[in-house]
């Protein structure tokens, strides 16, 4: 085993929707876990050697546990399945550190919270964190119905559920979520975090750019790249390593990740989706086709990094610091 990876023994789980399972996690010898912020994840090693990102949604702070809610995708490419199917209480898994991509600003007047399905998992341990500081802040969660919307009992009951309003999909049209009005009500300088379907994520985004908020106030995390993501041509071009001078050929419908590995060189992945950032690669010359959802519209304006797990390249030959 990695000495970088946690062995936690699945203490309990239970079923928050008809297609939502919610694991709590704890350190197999007893220890205490390592601590973590409002908006981190875990890479769970799941049975069948797949590895898969999940938010943690209990309150920072916890070290006796963490908390994951796994969505049965009907798309699964075979993670969210095995969640399910494979893993029972007292199972033993593997799991990385947390990692953070999406934490909470420093010292924001007040946050605008967004959840859309399970996208709520992250943005849980946010309102705990805010809450629990004290700090100004409203929760908005979106999901198909009643039914389908996990952790609504925990939110009702939560000292901050007057911060909280539910939208239902198929609930009356009065209460659905006006996401440009409620854009326009936040107070000023308030920080947006979003979570949720791309679908749902794109429209905030889209929303909060023709009011013109901010680039640095409006935060997001995917759960899966979006659906036009990975469109596009996707000719052959080479993969120039600057510190050995090695040339790699990437081929048509071939991923950057996937030539690297046939040449020798290996690429720490994990979501192979552009979402995660852990494969993220210096780029030293050319210009990368991206096609992440984790680079910012300014990072990727920079054109110095890339996503070889999706990404590609718009000039014929790309350097890169490897």
């Known amino acids: 085993m990695s000495p970088d990876l946690l062995t936690v023994r699945v203490a309990a789980l239970h079923d928050e929707t008809g297609d939502i399972r919610v694991f709590e996690l704890e350190e197999a010898s007893g220890a205490a876990l390592p601590a973590f912020a409002a908006g981190a994840h875990i890479d769970v090693h ?8 999940y938010s943690l949604c209990n309150a920072p702070g916890e070290t006796h546990r963490y908390q994951i809610g796994v969505l049965r995708d009907p798309d699964s490419r075979g993670g969210s399945v095995a969640m399910h199917e494979a893993v029972k209480r007292g199972d033993l898994l593997q799991i990385s550190a947390p990692r953070n991509h999406f934490a909470l600003a420093d010292q924001s007047p007040h946050s605008l919270l967004l959840a859309g399905g399970i996208g709520v ?35 009702a009951a939560s000292a901050f559920a007057d911060k909280v309003t539910m939208h239902l999909d198929d609930g009356d049209a009065a209460q659905k979520l006006d996401i440009a009005a409620t854009l326009r009500a936040a107070p000023p300088e308030t920080h947006l975090y979003v979570c949720g379907p791309a679908g749902f994520i794109e429209a905030v985004l889209a929303a909060a750019h023709a009011q013109g908020w901010d680039a640095h106030r409006v935060h997001r995390e995917f759960f899966a790249a979006p659906v036009d993501a990975a469109e596009g041509e996707a000719g052959a071009f080479d993969l120039q390593l600057a510190r050995s001078g090695q040339t790699v050929r990437v081929g048509a419908g071939q ?13 720490p992945v994990s979501c192979e989706q552009g979402v995660c950032g852990t494969c993220l690669t210096r780029v030293l010359a050319g210009e ?10 300014e990072e990727r304006a920079a054109n110095d990094q890339f996503l070889p797990c999706c990404s590609r390249a718009r000039t014929q030959t790309l350097v ?3």
């Open 288 to 297: 990368p086709d991206h096609r992440d959802a984790y680079l910012t519209d």
């Open 46 to 53: 799941v049975p069948g050697g797949l590895l898969r990102q």
């Open 255 to 267: 991923s950057a990740v996937a030539a690297l590995l046939a040449a020798g060189v290996e690429v």
């Open 320 to 322: 890169i610091d490897l």
């Open 121 to 155: 998992t992250p943005i849980l341990s946010m309102a705990e964190t805010l809450a629990a500081q004290g700090a100004g802040f409203s929760l908005h969660y979106c999901a198909r119905s009643a039914e389908r919307m996990a952790f609504r009992t925990r939110l």
